[in-house]
């Protein structure tokens, strides 16, 4: 029993000499556009929206929202497909509409980019497409002699 608690003081130990994960670079996401439209919401979510307002009226005095989540979630699994389908209708109906805006948005997006720009983005992807393709052949040669 000792020689397992000598094992995990060792672990803990590597782990404090190698930072821990503290010299892994951390990444910057790229800043969200406040301009693009939001995604839709799924069935499950429509019917939620409902669901909510007509349980906060059963149940005033709850103030849980994990309480009205259980609940929303055993009421949808409890609920027939021809029961589901007008959710999912509204559901389908607000998709087309997002997919609509998406393409407005994403050809404001691409009006205003300038071509000049992506050629010659393209031409730099190409340049060190061929700088990779000589160093390969020069390793192949050097392995058949």
Same mark, same amino acid.
Not at 55 to 66: L, R, T
Not at 81 to 96: G, L, R, V, Y
Not at 114 to 133: A, C, F, L, W
């Given at each position: 029993?000792?020689?397992?608690?000598?094992?995990?003081?060792? $672990?803990?130990?590597?782990?404090?000499?190698?930072?821990? #994960?503290? #010299?892994?670079?951390?990444?910057?996401?790229?800043?969200?556009?406040?301009?693009?439209?939001?995604?839709?919401?799924?069935?499950?979510?429509?019917?939620?929206?409902?669901?909510?307002?007509?349980?906060?009226?059963?149940?005033?005095?709850?103030?849980? !929202?994990?309480? !009205?989540?259980?609940?929303? #979630?055993?009421?949808?699994?409890?609920?027939?497909?021809?029961?589901?389908?007008?959710?999912?209708?509204?559901?389908?109906?607000?998709?087309?509409?997002?997919?609509? $805006?998406?393409?407005?948005?994403?050809?404001?997006?691409? #009006?205003?980019?300038?071509?000049?720009?992506?050629?010659?983005?393209?031409?730099?992807?190409?340049?060190?497409?061929?700088?990779?393709?000589?160093?390969?052949?020069?390793?192949?040669?050097?392995?058949?002699?």
């Amino acid at each position: 029993m000792p020689k397992a608690k000598a094992d995990a003081k060792a $672990t803990d130990n590597r782990l404090k000499r190698k930072g821990a #994960g503290a #010299g892994r670079k951390q990444t910057k996401k790229a800043a969200k556009d406040p301009n693009k439209p939001k995604r839709p919401p799924t069935a499950f979510f429509v019917f939620m929206a409902e669901f909510r307002e007509t349980y906060q009226k059963e149940h005033p005095n709850n103030k849980a !929202v994990s309480v !009205v989540g259980k609940a929303g #979630g055993a009421k949808w699994k409890s609920l027939s497909d021809a029961e589901k389908a007008p959710f999912i209708a509204k559901a389908d109906k607000k998709k087309q509409e997002y997919e609509k $805006t998406m393409q407005a948005y994403n050809k404001k997006l691409d #009006g205003g980019k300038n071509p000049s720009e992506e050629e010659e983005s393209d031409k730099s992807k190409s340049e060190v497409n061929d700088e990779d393709g000589d160093d390969e052949s020069g390793e192949e040669e050097e392995d058949d002699e």
